[in-house]
DNA sequence: CGAGTTTGACCAGCGC
DNA sequence: GCGCTGGTCAAACTCG
């Protein structure tokens, strides 16, 4: 993933049907750049959502379990993921957002697991899982190798709740309306 | 004190 | 089989 995918035709402004709810910047020129999905989603049309192509990916990693293992110092040390198994690859859309700020505020809230620097690039890429207990989405962010100004960030997965940030600012709508339909 | 971040270590997959 | 690389874990740390 370091090459811009090919030829992108355009630029889109992201609507919030494509689940982002926040655009974070104004007017975020926001180009699909996924190496996987992007040409389903640009084929789409303006009713997709992100991972609608794969609603069986909401389950759990294919793994959780880790093997904790005793040293002979007697500490735990974890041996990483075990029985990891060849991976079908869930839903993935990336983003190429041009922005001097990393992360994306896209109404979810995210945990950061890991950063790693990869191949080819000075900038190290940083993985994100989604915070909702039930939630197993992910996100990598990375920036650009040849455009440091560019940020691009992948999801992985489907949210299986709603959007934090959006149900907020719709809480007090909602509690007047409830409010309101008891008479 | 709980939630989130940093970071070094570990593991699986892949190419040679 | 070996080395490289990406992805993940979890202890230690930071912050509010």
Same mark, same amino acid.
């Not at 609608?52 to 294919?62: C, D, G, I, M, Y």
């Given at each position: 993933m370091d090459e811009l995918p090919p030829p992108l035709t355009q630029n889109i402004n992201v609507p919030i049907s494509y689940s982002l709810p926040s655009p974070p910047h104004d007017l975020m020129q926001t180009q699909i750049a996924s190496d996987i999905d992007w040409v389903s989603l640009l084929s789409a049309g303006p009713n997709f959502k992100f991972g &609608?192509? &794969? /609603? $069986? $990916?909401? $389950?759990? /990693?294919?793994t959780a379990t880790n093997g904790a293992v005793g040293l002979e110092n007697g500490s735990t040390k974890h041996k990483g993921r075990v029985g990891r198994t060849k991976k079908t690859i869930p839903p993935r859309i990336a983003f190429h957002t041009k922005s001097p700020d990393d992360i994306l505020d896209d109404g979810f809230r995210w945990r950061k697991y890991g950063q790693k620097a990869v191949k080819n690039s000075i900038h190290p890429r940083s993985y994100y899982r989604c915070t909702h207990h039930t939630c197993y989405v992910k996100k990598q962010i990375q920036r650009h190798s040849k455009d440091a100004s560019i940020v691009v960030t992948t999801y992985e997965g489907i949210h299986n709740h709603p959007c934090e940030q959006l149900m907020e600012s719709l809480s007090p709508l909602l509690r007047q309306l409830q409010f309101l339909s008891s008479f």
């Open positions: &609608n192509q &794969n /609603p $069986s $990916s909401t $389950s759990k /990693p294919l």
